[in-house]
C-alpha cells in the first residue's frame, strides 16, 4: 500500500472513510456520506465547506484520484 492509493480523510469530520461513500470537490477534499447532509443544498447539489464550490452530488463520487 502507497500512501498515494490512500483515500483523504473527511474534511469535515476528518474520520476515515470508505472511498466509495466518499464525495470529491475540485479543490481537493472529500466529504463522507454522513457529513455531505449537513453542507447539501438541495438533493443533488452540495457546497463544498473548504472552496464553497457547488458540487453534483453524483458526478462528484465519480472524481477519483487513483
Ligand atoms: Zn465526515
Ligand atoms: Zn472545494
Known amino acids: 500500500m502507497s500512501d498515494s492509493k490512500i483515500p ?6 476528518e474520520k476515515k472513510t470508505d472511498v466509495d461513500k466518499l464525495y470529491y470537490c475540485i479543490c481537493d477534499i472529500a466529504v463522507c456520506n454522513n457529513c455531505i447532509n449537513s453542507v447539501k443544498r ?12 457547488e458540487n453534483n452530488s453524483s458526478k462528484s463520487m465519480l472524481f477519483r484520484t487513483t
Not at 483523504?8 to 469530520?13: A, Q, R, T
Open 42 to 53: 438541495n438533493e443533488n447539489t452540495w457546497i463544498c465547506p473548504k472552496c464553497s464550490n
Open 8 to 13: 483523504p480523510n473527511c474534511y469535515i469530520c
